[in-house]
C-alpha cells in the first residue's frame, strides 16, 4: 500500500489530474497528519503512565526513562522493562524513599467504617403497603387542589 503522506500531488506529473481529486488528497493528508499527531500523543501518555511508578525509584527518572527508550523496549511490556532494569538498574542511583512529612495541619477526621456504612441497620425500613393504597387512591375532591393534597399526604404521614 502507496503511503498517501509522502505523495506531492502539485508534482508536475499529476497536473492532468482532476483539481478535485488532488484537493481531496491534501485533505486526506492534513487528516492523516492530524491524526497521526493524537495517536502519538495517547501513544506517549499511556508510556508515561506506564513507566511513572517503575522510575520512582530512582534519583533521576528522566535519564533512566531516555536510556530505557533509546535500547528501544517498549515501555508498555512489563516483562522487557524489568528485565532492562535487572540488566541495567545498578547504573543508575536510586533513589530513597523520603519519609512522610509530618502534617501541620488538623488531623483529619476517621472515615467511617466501610461495613457499618453498609450494614442493614443504616438501611430504611420499608414503608408497608397500606402507604402505598393512600398513595395511590387520595380522595378525588383534592385531586384539583396540590396544597390540599399535600396536607392531606402530611396528616397521613407520609
Do not use: C
Amino acid at each position: 500500500m502507496t503511503d498517501i503522506q509522502h505523495i506531492d500531488v502539485d508534482d508536475e506529473q499529476y497536473e492532468d489530474a482532476p483539481r478535485g481529486l488532488r484537493d481531496y488528497v491534501k485533505q486526506l493528508q492534513k487528516q492523516n497528519e492530524t491524526l497521526r499527531t493524537e495517536r502519538d500523543g495517547f501513544r506517549n501518555q499511556v508510556s508515561e503512565s506506564a513507566l511513572g511508578d517503575v522510575l520512582a525509584g530512582f534519583k533521576n527518572p528522566g535519564r533512566v526513562k531516555t536510556d530505557l527508550l533509546s535500547d528501544g523496549v517498549d515501555p508498555l511490556d512489563n516483562e522487557a522493562v524489568s528485565k532492562w532494569l535487572a540488566t541495567n538498574g545498578d547504573d543508575y542511583a536510586r533513589g530513597e524513599l523520603a519519609p512522610a512529612a509530618p502534617s501541620d495541619t488538623e488531623p483529619q477526621a476517621e472515615v467511617p467504617d466501610y461495613d457499618r456504612l453498609n450494614s442493614l441497620s443504616q438501611v430504611g425500613t420499608p414503608s408497608g403497603s397500606d402507604k402505598a393504597q393512600i398513595v395511590a387512591n387520595p380522595p378525588a375532591e383534592l385531586l384539583g387542589d396540590p396544597k390540599g393534597l399535600a396536607a392531606w399526604f402530611v396528616a397521613q404521614g407520609i
